[in-house]
């Protein structure tokens, strides 16, 4: 049987032989590609490609709004690398191609004949003189760290070339090379060599000063800046004759190019707002690139004010000064001046950023109060406060001028920014009210409960910063100015009170909507600023009002305890601006105050701004009311001189004046009388201004038209209980008795007020009598520890009782 076929394999043996041949050449390439796939899979995972590409830190680099360079900070590792560039320059580009890469924007990744090229030249020449590298060859090799030049090396670059074509665009490719590129020194990238060789953005780069940058990173090392200039200058002269053949320049640019010298040393970079870009490095991620709300070129001319002031002040022992300009309706932040510059290594502490140092504001809170209390319905703008010696709790106001006027209107008192009518005003508001409102206005510096601060908050008790108390500022005008502009019922919005932002943030959207009632009314807020905008400019500016171009600026000084901190805060149509001056280790000097020292540098820089002085009348929020001229309080039927206004509607919650009172009055207008002692048919009645006996008292120092009324007639039942009035110490009053120097207790001096000067006081300390005065009642009492009781009779039989309790110090 075998036998039999025989015959038939050795007819098909050939075809058989074909096909077995077939099938082990299809095995082979099978078996070529699985080879080819594992080794592609392997070379994948042993050379992978970095994501990101550079795992290397940045500069953080401060830009303006514009993107002028304000200022940049060396990476972690000591290199001035600023982050990847967005744009390259066309000059820049074509050079690069054109000197390292002609082909680039043809091949993979990888130019075979280049390689070929190199390869023929490095035989030839028995050493190596070209790499063939394209310019995604050599990202690859500055990806990976630029490890020595081997054969090995050089095939690992080929294939991760072959891969970063494959992952990024011919462009993108550019923009790393351009960024990662070593340009001698610490120096890496386009952009940071540019500005330390040049002072100047790449863009604004000349052929000349391009070409050798861009020859740069072929030998960083040999071509240091500084060190080798004729070899850089050599090497740029002739890739400008090349760009010249390709016709990118003419034979004059030529000329002139060749000319130019070569970079001889690195340049410092600007340095426009270092207390900013400090404050960036803490609060934000290190190594990126910052567009702030800046504006360049008013940023370095407050820079350069703020600079001229302090070589004027620092004679006089005032070393810090700080400014910031805030534009209203966005929030963002023009000008950010945190210190003066720092040229003496920080000897008087330059270093600190005082817009966000916590200091005592002094008097700035005033404004802010009068707001709140002409909302509340608690103040009319020309009501009268108190102006006498008050003592709450040990705590004692004065004046700056130490002097009491016994009575003043609101708007004097926040013009003259005096302090005891103000807190007055805020122990009638609240100090918690007070400290609760402005917590809704974004004020996170009081980290202390109110009682902590009491009634000294409104006095530079509680420390804020420049930051904090300019955005409160802006948050009122942006009340306003929102008020003006909103359509409908709903014109308040929280989103008005928010913190400055120094970051460009395009096409911002509040994340809240309209209400009806805000934190303060507009009515309040405008009152307030129109009353701000008659305080009297200091000496310097006295004359302002005739030049044309003057604006009228609403503003307040602030002067804390000790002269340690002088602030002004102004406001117009567009701008708040706030400034400080001092000393950033809190020592005082006596010339240190508001008006004197910061408002002369508030003006200077209003100088530079735009804007007007109008503020937007919220006419729907007034109401026109009948005021006592005298009182400034609504007029009482006994008002004998009254005027409209056009007030804020909550003004119609104030009280009704109760200053003029009808007296009685003998027919000669002597004495005043009663049914019990004179005809009533024989009466005048007539209406009087009266105050209360301690604010009459100071009252007439200072208003030489006020008048006390007349005395009762001896016969008559005295009805004027209210004509004698404690100051020191009042009902309840825990009084502090000092151990003087040998040992003693100290004396305490009481104080009263009596609406007729020439009426006579007796005086009993625990019905034990110790005196009388007459015109100036005052005494001197040496009391012991304990609760006492201190009772006054004047000479008509009128009585004052008080209780206080006395603790030895």
Same mark, same amino acid.
């Given at each position: 049987?075998?036998?039999?076929l /025989?015959?038939?394999?050795?007819? !098909? ?30 070379i ?11 795992? +290397? ?9 514009? @993107? ?5 900070? %060396?990476?972690?590792d ?18 690069? %191609? /054109? ?11 990888v ?75 610490n ?22 000063e ?15 800046? !500084?060190n ?12 400008l ?20 010298p070569?970079?001889s ?20 991620p ?10 360049? &070129?008013? &940023? ?33 932040? +023009? ?13 008087h ?33 020309h ?7 008050m003592?709450? &709790?040990?705590?004692?106001? /004065? ?5 009491? +006027? ?5 708007? /004097? ?38 009682? =902590? ?6 006095? !530079? @008790? ?19 100015f ?8 709903? +014109? ?70 000790? =002269?340690k ?11 708040v #601006? ?7 280790d ?32 919220? #006419?729907?929020e007034?109401? $026109? ?37 009808? %007296? ?5 207008n ?48 005295n ?9 020191y ?18 004396? $305490? ?53 008080v ?7």
């Amino acid at each position: 049987m075998i036998i039999a076929l /025989q015959p038939i394999l050795q007819a !098909g043996g050939s075809q058989y032989l074909q096909s077995n041949s077939k099938r082990r050449m299809k095995l082979s390439i099978r078996y070529i590609i699985i080879v080819f796939i594992i080794l592609t899979v392997g070379i994948w995972i042993f050379f992978p490609l970095s994501d990101p590409l550079f795992d +290397k830190p940045y500069s953080t680099v401060l830009l303006s709004r514009k @993107g002028e360079l304000l200022g940049a900070r %060396i990476a972690q590792d000591g290199q001035w690398r600023f982050p990847p560039s967005d744009s390259l320059p066309d000059k820049y580009v074509r050079c690069l %191609i /054109q000197l390292e890469d002609k082909y680039f924007i043809y091949h993979p990744g990888v130019n075979p004949f280049s390689l070929i090229h190199a390869f023929y030249q490095n035989i030839t020449s028995g050493k190596i003189i070209s790499g063939g590298s394209t310019i995604t060859m050599q990202l690859a090799r500055m990806a990976r760290g630029n490890k020595e030049r081997t054969v090995y090396q050089k095939l690992v670059e080929i294939w991760l070339a072959v891969r970063l074509e494959m992952k990024y665009s011919k462009d993108e490719i550019l923009k790393l090379y351009a960024s990662h590129a070593p340009f001698g020194g610490n120096v890496v990238g386009i952009k940071a060599a540019s500005w330390r060789y040049y002072g100047r953005s790449p863009f604004d780069l000349s052929w000349s000063e391009i070409t050798a940058l861009t020859v740069l990173p072929n030998s960083p090392g040999l071509l240091f800046p !500084g060190n080798n200039d004729p070899r850089l200058a050599e090497k740029r002269d002739r890739l400008l004759k090349n760009i010249h053949h390709m016709g990118w320049i003419e034979e004059l640019e030529l000329k002139i190019a060749l000319d130019e010298p070569v970079p001889s040393k690195p340049m410092p970079l600007p340095n426009h707002a270092p207390h900013l870009l400090d404050r960036i490095i803490k609060e934000q991620p290190e190594g990126r690139q910052f567009e702030t709300t800046l504006n360049f &070129q008013l &940023q370095k001319t407050v820079n350069q004010i703020i600079d001229d002031y302090h070589e004027k002040y620092k004679y006089k022992e005032i070393h810090n000064a700080a400014a910031i300009v805030v534009d209203i309706k966005s929030g963002e932040v +023009k000008a950010y001046v945190g210190n003066v510059a720092e040229k003496n290594q920080g000897e008087h502490g330059q270093a600190v950023d005082i817009i966000t140092s916590k200091r005592s504001p002094g008097s700035l809170l005033k404004p802010l109060l009068y707001a709140m209390s002409i909302d509340e319905g608690l103040l009319a703008p020309h009501q009268l406060l108190p102006d006498i010696p008050m003592y709450f &709790q040990g705590f004692a106001p /004065q004046n700056f001028d130490k002097k009491f +006027k016994g009575a003043v209107y609101a708007n /004097q008192a926040l013009i003259n920014s005096l302090n005891v009518p103000f807190v007055f005003l805020l122990k009638n508001y609240g100090y918690e009210k007070m400290h609760s409102q402005l917590k809704k206005m974004g004020c996170t510096s009081f980290d202390k409960t109110a009682g =902590h601060y009491g009634l000294t908050l409104i006095l !530079g @008790g509680a420390e804020i910063t420049l930051w904090e108390i300019t955005g409160l500022y802006a948050g009122m005008a942006r009340t306003l100015f929102r008020y003006q502009d909103a359509i409908g019922e709903n +014109k308040y919005n929280i989103d008005d009170y928010r913190a400055n932002t120094y970051l460009k943030k395009d096409n911002y959207v509040s994340p809240y909507v309209n209400e009806k009632n805000g934190i303060i009314s507009a009515g309040a807020i405008w009152h307030t600023l129109k009353t701000m905008q008659e305080l009297r400019r200091p000496e310097e500016s006295s004359k302002w009002e005739r030049f044309r171009s003057s604006i009228k600026i609403a503003w307040k000084t602030g002067t804390s305890y000790g =002269h340690k901190d002088a602030w002004a805060i102004g406001i117009n149509s567009k701008y708040v #601006v706030g400034v400080w001056l001092g000393n950033a280790d809190g020592e005082g000097r006596p010339d240190l105050t508001g008006i004197t020292a910061a408002s002369p540098l508030m003006f200077s820089i209003f100088k530079l701004l735009d804007g007007d002085g109008e503020f937007p009348q919220p #006419v729907n929020e007034m109401k $026109v009311v009948k005021l006592c001229r005298q009182s400034g309080l609504k007029a009482n039927g006994n008002c004998p001189d009254t005027e409209l206004k056009l007030l804020s509607k909550s003004v119609l919650n104030t009280g009704i004046c109760t200053f003029h009172r009808i %007296i009685h009055l003998d027919k000669n207008n002597h004495w005043q009388v009663n049914s019990s002692c004179y005809p009533v048919k024989d009466m005048h009645s007539v209406s009087w201004f009266i105050l209360p006996p301690a604010q009459g008292w100071y009252f007439k120092k200072y208003t030489s038209d006020y008048e006390d009324p007349p005395e009762f007639l001896d016969l008559c039942n005295n009805e004027d209980k209210d004509a004698m009035e404690m100051i020191y110490p009042l009902r309840f009053t825990r009084v502090y008795v000092p151990i003087e120097i040998d040992g003693k207790q100290g004396k $305490v001096i009481f104080q009263a007020a009596h609406r007729n000067p020439d009426s006579n006081i007796f005086w009993h300390l625990d019905d034990q009598y110790i005196g009388s005065t007459k015109n100036n009642h005052q005494i001197g009492v040496y009391p012991k520890s304990g609760n006492h009781t201190l009772n006054l009779i004047d000479d008509a039989g009128r009585e004052l009782l008080v209780k206080f309790e006395v603790l030895n110090k």
